[in-house]
């Protein structure tokens, strides 16, 4: 029988989950004993299983961005811990593999990485261990599950990004019955939508601003968007996300939220931030898996009906 998820339980296992990190060592450079950063160890260890042979599925499979993975890959080939070479099965490819000291080196993060396990497990019992190991496996699964849903939205949605016909009005329609049916607001919201964004796209073509919006033919499903300028340097502000209620559950809004995120770390914005407020737990679960922390919240009308706004802010990552 399916168990309930509480908020109180989640919270939970996201504190297990930070302590397991904090202590592991992901956090910071040196993982695993070495002087690499913790995308590089993962790539020596993934190269070495065999996991991925090319940049392109090495970005997939770290969630890096093109630049970044080519930066990541120079960078290890200069070391000389990987090396490049030609695909036999299509000349257009480029082949990775471990160098000789790549080997040695994915020999020291192993025998590393084991000790660091044994040391911990050591003190527990055998049916202890027996329940880490499933819990995890089972975990990881499910997180494996959970991204596959993330990109698995049908090859008929098409994600556009930029200023599009009609995007003003599809999103201020989206977000007027949305809010107007679920939470009362009213024509004050419906207003701030239209005009705001409508002021935002009078600068979409600076690089620091975007919009991505995910269509079926004419129909739009989501939207979001980035404006770099309002907040001041160095701040990226997070507007108008909306998922069309007859797309609930086919992972458009994972996928906009991963687009944003990944533009605002591709432009070099310190920090994201969004307003929204207490009740959509549903956003706040996203938000929260792309990286957003609670910054503050209090009652507010700017919105034209009270609620508990909230403020999240996002730091970039490298």
Do not use: C
């Not at 695909?87 to 593999?97: F, W």
């Not at 995890?136 to 599009?164: H, N, T, W």
């Not at 600068?203 to 404006?227: C, H, K, M, Q, W």
């Not at 069309?244 to 605002?264: D, E, H, N, Y």
């Amino acid at each position: 029988m399916k168990q309930t998820l509480t908020i109180p339980r989640i919270d939970k296992i996201r504190s297990a989950a930070r302590h397991i990190v904090r202590d592991l060592g992901f956090m910071q450079k040196g993982l695993a004993g070495t002087e690499l950063s913790p995308s590089a160890v993962h790539t020596i260890i993934e190269l070495g299983y065999g996991t991925v042979t090319n940049a392109s599925d090495l970005g997939a499979l770290l969630h890096l961005e093109k630049s970044s993975v080519s930066r990541l890959v120079q960078k290890l080939k200069k070391e000389d811990l990987i090396q490049i070479g030609p695909d036999p099965n299509d000349k257009r490819s480029r082949v990775l593999s471990l160098t000789k000291d790549g080997k040695n080196l994915l020999g020291e993060v192993e025998g590393f990485a084991r000790r660091q396990l044994r040391s911990a497990l050591d003190v527990l019992s055998a049916t202890d261990i027996t329940q880490i190991e499933t819990g995890l496996i089972l975990f990881a699964k499910s997180l494996s599950a959970d991204s596959q849903r993330a990109s698995d939205v049908g090859p008929e949605v098409e994600v556009q990004q930029g200023y599009r016909s009609g995007v003003i009005a599809s999103v201020a329609q989206l977000h007027a019955s949305f809010y107007s049916e679920n939470y009362g607001f009213g024509a004050v919201f419906e207003r701030k939508v239209a005009t705001e964004m409508s002021e935002f796209m009078g600068r979409i073509e600076n690089p620091v601003n975007t919009t991505f919006s995910a269509y079926v033919g004419d129909d739009l499903l989501g939207s979001v968007s980035l404006d770099g300028e309002d907040l001041g340097e160095g701040a990226s502000h997070l507007r108008w996300f909306i998922v069309s209620p007859k797309a609930q559950g086919m992972g458009i809004g994972r996928l906009l939220i991963s687009k944003a995120t990944a533009f605002v770390d591709q432009n070099d914005s310190d920090r994201t931030h969004l307003w929204t407020f207490k009740g959509l737990d549903a956003a706040r679960h996203l938000y929260e898996k792309h990286g957003f922390t609670l910054a503050r919240e209090t009652p507010g009308k700017q919105w034209g009906t009270e609620v508990i706004e909230q403020e999240f802010v996002r730091q970039r990552r490298a």
